[in-house]
C-alpha cells in the first residue's frame, strides 16, 4: 500500500495503531488548542508582569505537567493562537446530559445557524460522536439498515456527502469468493437542500419536498460510477489492502479515487484533505469502501478525523459481516421450512382445501408446525395437522420427519388412531424429549363421513352450511411421545357445504388468553364469518383463512400458526356405481357389461369402448391372484374414475413385454389410454384405478 504523508497525524502513542479502530478510545490526544496556549491560559491563571517571577509555594503550585510545557517567551504570537475548531457533533440529551435543548453551544450559550451541527470543542465531544454514530449503525439487522445508519450517522455531522462502495456479491462467512473483486456503488448520501444545479457542494436553497425526497441526492449517484472493478497491483487494490483510511489529497488516493468513482471523480472530490476513503474490511476480507467528503468552503479533516473514519468503516465493516451471515441463516431457515411444508396442496376429489402458515416472528421464521393433506384410495384424503415443541432448527427438522412418517402411513391406509400409535412411537426413537401434537383426520366424500383422532391437540371447528360453528368433541388424547397411550378415534357426519377447520395452538392461546378463550373466539369469528355471506352460501375459502387470521392482536403471536380448512362438496350417491364381482373367469365380461350400463345412464356412451377395454384388463389381472370377491367402483366428477380392489397386497408393475409373451400387455393399455392411474395398498389388499376425462 502507497501511504500518505504522515506529516499531517498527531504522533502516536508507542503500540498504538493510528488507523486501528480501538486507537480513538486508548488514546488520550490533547484538547484542540491546548498545545498553543500559555500555560496559565491552560490553568486559569492571571499572567504575571514582564519581568516579574511567581514563587512557589505561596498559594500556587508549580505545573503539573512540567517545565516542558512552558512556552518561550519569545514564542511567535501566530503559534498562541488555539488551532480553528472543526464543525461537528450535534449532541443529544441522551448521548451527553450537559447537552441544552434549546441548539445552544455547551459553554458560551451563544445560539448556531438553523441546521449547522454543535461545534466540536473538546476531545469528548468527538469520542461522543463516535459512540452515538456506531449505536447508530448497530441498530441495524439487515445490509440497507447498516449502511443506511452510516450515512445517517455521518451526514451533515461529519462529512457533506458519503458514498459507500461495496463488494457485488457479498462473500459470506469463510467462503472464499471466485472471480475478479467487484464493487457496486450501494448508496450516496448528502445534505439536499446545499447543492447547484449539478448537485455539486455549492451553497443552494431546496424546496421542502426536495429536501425530504430521496431523489434529491441522484446528482451524486451520477457523478459516480455503478460498478468498479479492482485490478490486482492496482492503485485502489493498495488502499484497500491497506486497511487504513487515508485523505484524498495523498498519492494512494489521489490514484485510487478514479479507478474508484470514474469520470466523475475531478469534479467530486475536493482537494487536499477534504475528502477521506476507508476501506471497509470486515472479519476476513474488504468488503467495500466509504469515501466521505466536506464542501471546500467547510474546514478540512484533520488527523483525529481518519481514527473517526476508522471507527465507522470498521463498525459498519463488522455490522455487513453479520447481516450477511444473519441473511444466508434466515434463507437457510425459509427453505427450511418451505421444503417441510406442503409447496402446492391436492385437489382431491368432493373437497376444496386452503392453508397458511405464520411464523411466531421475523426473527423465528421456523418452528414445528406443519399441515399437510395426502390423497387415498377411494377418493379420500388424510388432512394432518401437527405442532412439534420449540422454534428452533431442531424442531423443524423433528417435524419433517414425523411428516414423512405420516405420509408414509397414510400410503399404507392406516386407520387414523393406527397413524398416531406409530407417530408416537417414531417420536421415541428420535428422542426422550421429543413432543409433538398432531390431528389425523380422514374424509370419504363417498359417504359424507370424516374419522378423527388426536393426539393432544386442539379440537376441530366445523362451520356448518347455516352458518353454526361447532367444536368437535373428539378425544384429546396424549401428545405423541409420551408412550404407551392409547389413542381413539371418531367418526363423524361431513355434511356437503360444510367447512372443517384445522389449526395449532399459535391461533387461539397467546400470553393474553386461555386455549379455550381462544377456541370460543374463533367459533365466534367462523359465525359471524358465515353470517356475510347467508344461510344458503359458505363463506370463499380464502377469505375464510384471512378473516380467520385476522382476530388476531397484536400481543397474539407468541407462537407459529398452521391453518388447513377444508370444504365438503362430497360426491353425490347419482354419481357413484358400485358393485362386487366373484374372482371367476365370467367376472371380466359381467364387469363390462355393467361399466356400460352406468355410462349410458349418465350419457356417456362415448367413452364406453376405451372404459370397457381398460376395466377388462385390470379386472382380469386381479382375477388370476385374487381369493374374495373384487370390488369395482365408479365415480363420475370432474373426471371418469374407475377403481378395481381385491385382497393381493402385491402392487402390480409397468413391464416391457416380450413380443412372444402372451400376457403382460395389460397395464400398457392403462398407461397409454388412461390420463392418469395408480396402485395403492391397502391394509385389505389393493386398489388399482385410472381416470378418463369426459365432457
Not at 462502495?165 to 469463510?174: E, Q
Not at 367462523?526 to 378473516?547: I, S
Amino acid at each position: 500500500m502507497t501511504e500518505h504523508s504522515t506529516s499531517s497525524h498527531e504522533r502516536p502513542q508507542p503500540g498504538v495503531d493510528p488507523a486501528d479502530p480501538r486507537g480513538a478510545l486508548t488514546r488520550a490526544p490533547k484538547p484542540f488548542g491546548a498545545a498553543a496556549l500559555p500555560a496559565q491560559a491552560r490553568t486559569g491563571e492571571t499572567p504575571a508582569a514582564p519581568g516579574t517571577t511567581t514563587p512557589c509555594g505561596k498559594g500556587k503550585e508549580p505545573p503539573v505537567n512540567g517545565p516542558e510545557h512552558a512556552q518561550p517567551a519569545d514564542a511567535d504570537p501566530d503559534m498562541l493562537r488555539p488551532r480553528p475548531t472543526p464543525e461537528g457533533i450535534p449532541l443529544q440529551q441522551d448521548d451527553d446530559p450537559d447537552a441544552v435543548a434549546d441548539g445552544r453551544e455547551r459553554r458560551t450559550g451563544r445560539g448556531l445557524p438553523p441546521g449547522r451541527p454543535m461545534p466540536m470543542r473538546r476531545v469528548g465531544d468527538r469520542l461522543r460522536y463516535v459512540g452515538a454514530a456506531t449505536r447508530r449503525i448497530a441498530r441495524g439487522i439487515d445490509l440497507d439498515e447498516i449502511v443506511m445508519g452510516l450515512c445517517r450517522a455521518t451526514v451533515p455531522t461529519f462529512s457533506d456527502a458519503i458514498v459507500v462502495y461495496l463488494r457485488d456479491p457479498l462473500p459470506v462467512g469463510d467462503e472464499r469468493p471466485t472471480g475478479p473483486v467487484v464493487l457496486r456503488l450501494r448508496r450516496t448520501d448528502r445534505i439536499p437542500e446545499e447543492r447547484d444545479t449539478d448537485g455539486v457542494f455549492l451553497p443552494g436553497q431546496a424546496t421542502e419536498s426536495e429536501a425530504s425526497d430521496p431523489a434529491a441526492l441522484s446528482g451524486l449517484s451520477a457523478l459516480t460510477a455503478e460498478l468498479c472493478e479492482v485490478r490486482p497491483g492496482g492503485a485502489l487494490n493498495e488502499v484497500l489492502r491497506g486497511v487504513r483510511p487515508v485523505f484524498a489529497g495523498a498519492p494512494a488516493a489521489r490514484a485510487a479515487l478514479p479507478e474508484l468513482l470514474g469520470a466523475g471523480a475531478d469534479s467530486l472530490v475536493p482537494d487536499g484533505q477534504h475528502a477521506i476513503l476507508a476501506p471497509l474490511r470486515g472479519r476476513r476480507r474488504v468488503i467495500g469502501a466509504a469515501l466521505f467528503l466536506r464542501r471546500p468552503e467547510r474546514d478540512a479533516f484533520e488527523s483525529d478525523d481518519l481514527l473517526v473514519a476508522a471507527q465507522l468503516a470498521t463498525h459498519t465493516a463488522l455490522g455487513i459481516d453479520k447481516a450477511v451471515l444473519y441473511g444466508r441463516e434466515a434463507y437457510i431457515a425459509d427453505e427450511l421450512q418451505r421444503t417441510m411444508l406442503p409447496e402446492t396442496l391436492p385437489r382431491p376429489t368432493g373437497v376444496r382445501l386452503a392453508s397458511r402458515y405464520l411464523p411466531a416472528a421475523e426473527t423465528a421464521r421456523v418452528g414445528g408446525d406443519w399441515y399437510d393433506a395426502i390423497p387415498l384410495p377411494g377418493s379420500r384424503v388424510a388432512l394432518v395437522v401437527g405442532d412439534v415443541m420449540g422454534h428452533s432448527m431442531t424442531s423443524a427438522a423433528i417435524m419433517g420427519q414425523l411428516r414423512t412418517t405420516a405420509q408414509t402411513l397414510a400410503g399404507l391406509d392406516l386407520p387414523p388412531q393406527e397413524v398416531l400409535h406409530h407417530l408416537d412411537e417414531q417420536a421415541q426413537r428420535l428422542g426422550t424429549d421429543r413432543m409433538a401434537t398432531c390431528l389425523y383426520a380422514v374424509y370419504d366424500p363417498v359417504s359424507h363421513r370424516i374419522t378423527i383422532a388426536n393426539a393432544g391437540h386442539p379440537p376441530p371447528v366445523l362451520l356448518h352450511l347455516g352458518g353454526e360453528a361447532e367444536v368437535l368433541r373428539v378425544p384429546p388424547g396424549a401428545p405423541i411421545g409420551v408412550g404407551g397411550v392409547d389413542f381413539e378415534a371418531v367418526e363423524l357426519d361431513a355434511p356437503a357445504g360444510a367447512t372443517l377447520l384445522l389449526y395449532t395452538d399459535g391461533l387461539v392461546e397467546s400470553r393474553l388468553r386461555d386455549v379455550w378463550t381462544g377456541i370460543e373466539q374463533l367459533r365466534e369469528k367462523l359465525a359471524a364469518t358465515a353470517e356475510l355471506t347467508g344461510p344458503d352460501h359458505a363463506p370463499p375459502l380464502e377469505a375464510l383463512c384471512d378473516d380467520v387470521l385476522d382476530m388476531l392482536g397484536p400481543g397474539d403471536r407468541d407462537d407459529d400458526i398452521a391453518l388447513l380448512a377444508a370444504r365438503f362438496d362430497g360426491i353425490a350417491p347419482s354419481d357413484v356405481a358400485y358393485w362386487f364381482l366373484e374372482p371367476e373367469e365370467t367376472a371380466p365380461g359381467r364387469a363390462r357389461r355393467l361399466i356400460r350400463g352406468a355410462l349410458a345412464e349418465w350419457g356417456l356412451d362415448d367413452l364406453s369402448d376405451a372404459v370397457e377395454l381398460l376395466v377388462s384388463e385390470v379386472v382380469t389381472n386381479a382375477v388370476r391372484y385374487a381369493s374374495r370377491p373384487i370390488t369395482l367402483r365408479l365415480l363420475r366428477t370432474d373426471v371418469l374414475r374407475c377403481e378395481v380392489g381385491d385382497d393381493v397386497p402385491q402392487l402390480p408393475r409397468l413391464r416391457q413385454a416380450r413380443a412372444t409373451d402372451e400376457g403382460g400387455r395389460g397395464l400398457y393399455l392403462v398407461n397409454r389410454l388412461a390420463r392418469r392411474w395408480g396402485a395403492t395398498r391397502l391394509s385389505t389388499g389393493k386398489v388399482v384405478w385410472f381416470e378418463l376425462n369426459h365432457g
